[in-house]
Structure formats: C-alpha cells, structure tokens
C-alpha cells in the first residue's frame, strides 16, 4: 500500500504543525468532517510557499505521504525543487 493514512490523517498533521496559525480551527474541523471546501482551503494554504515548513512538517510526520508526492514528482517530470 503506498499511503497508508487518509486525507483526514494528512489534516490533522496539518493542524498539529507550523500551519495551524494560518488556518481558522472551525475550518480544519469542517476539512475533518469531509466538508471539501474546508478541505480546498487547508490544501490550498499548505501549498503556498511561505508554507514550505507545513510541507516538511508532513514529510517528516507521514514518510508514506512523503514517498508519494516524491513519486507523483519524478512521474510528472520534476516541477519542484526537492525541499518544497
């Protein structure tokens, strides 16, 4: 199995690290009752590079999480660089 944690596992971490500041707590316990707009709101600060911290929050916490975006990189040809 490639990623053993589910989205909501990737959230929590989200909300335990760096990141937690930046996103209203109402909003990661919408993302965590599957509410998708919460989820596109927790997703789309993760990815803004003065979140580069969360990213490797999450690698450092979920290396199955980390392994696949390494894989989705080196499939998609690169894009980013390695720490980002």
Do not use: W
């Amino acid at each position: 199995m490639l990623l053993r944690q589910n989205a909501e596992t990737i959230i929590e971490t989200l909300r335990a690290g760096p990141m937690a500041a930046a996103v209203p707590a109402i909003t990661f316990g919408r993302a965590l009752a599957k509410d998708r707009s919460a989820r596109d709101i927790v997703f789309a600060t993760a990815a803004r590079l003065e979140h580069r911290g969360a990213r490797e929050h999450l690698a450092e916490k979920l290396p199955d999480f980390a392994y696949l975006v390494q894989q989705i990189r080196r499939v998609a040809g690169g894009g980013v660089s390695e720490g980002q």
